[in-house]
């Protein structure tokens, strides 16, 4: 079936310390690639999408590139913050369009002033 | 405010009792799911709505749990007869058919 596999956390880094947060998938179509960010006490949030290889979905400083020959789509930023402390998720939905997101388990981000 | 509503945020009950959740999702959306996510995992899917058909149901979705949404707008979840294992965060989400999935800030579920 479809799964989403991530690197286990707690990942917990220096404020303008480099992240990468590794995410692959396994999918029996084509999917769309997503990170879903939750910060502590509220709901889950799109971060960023990307929808065909080699794409890169980019929002708030976070970039992801789908590649499609290595079925990853890492999770990067340049220079974090205190305030991007929280749970990031990977996920996937098939472009088939009839199958619902499937997640990783999340990986968790502190970032230390 | 026009995301995903969930009521109540907090439900406390006693087991062998039964919880009905609400979720009212974006206006024109006409996918609805139903997640549940425990302490340390990621949201596991339990059932999904095209406007009011029911569409897919995951295994973890036990006979105790059923889930509605009868005029394709607000979605119920019941679970029968709660068990301590059911405590968790049940999140609804909605869509566009198959656009970007925007979700509620969740039913946190207690069972004694």
């Known amino acids: 079936g479809d799964s989403v596999t991530q690197m286990e956390g707690p990942v917990t880094l220096s404020e303008e310390a480099f992240l990468t947060i590794n995410c692959t998938y396994t999918?029996?179509?084509?999917?769309?690639l997503f990170w879903y960010v939750q910060y502590p006490g509220e709901g889950l949030q799109l971060l960023l999408k990307?929808?065909?290889?080699?794409d890169k979905g980019s929002n708030k400083g976070f970039e992801a590139t789908y590649r499609k020959e290595t079925t990853s789509f890492h999770l990067e930023k340049g220079s974090v913050q205190v305030s991007d402390s929280a749970v990031y998720f990977c996920a996937l939905i098939l472009n088939s369009g009839n199958t619902p997101l499937v997640f990783g388990k999340g990986t968790r981000l502190s970032v230390i002033a | 405010d026009t995301g995903v509503s969930q009521n109540p945020r907090h439900k406390i009950t006693k087991r062998g009792q039964n919880v009905t959740f609400r979720c009212d999702p974006i206006s024109e959306h006409n996918r609805l799911y139903w997640y549940r996510q425990t302490l340390g995992q990621g949201p596991e899917f339990l059932t999904y709505?095209?406007?009011?058909?029911?569409?897919?149901k995951s295994r973890l979705l036990s006979d105790r749990f059923s889930a509605e949404r009868p005029k394709g707008s607000f979605s119920t979840l019941e679970i029968q007869r709660t068990e301590q294992g059911d405590s968790a965060m049940y999140l609804c989400?909605?869509?566009?058919?198959?656009?970007?999935?925007?979700f509620g800030p969740g039913t946190r579920l207690t069972v004694l």
């Open positions: 709505f095209q406007n009011e058909a029911q569409l897919e």
């Open positions: 989400a909605s869509s566009l058919d198959s656009g970007v999935v925007f």
């Open positions: 990307a929808t065909k290889a080699d």
């Open positions: 999918a029996t179509g084509y999917p769309s």
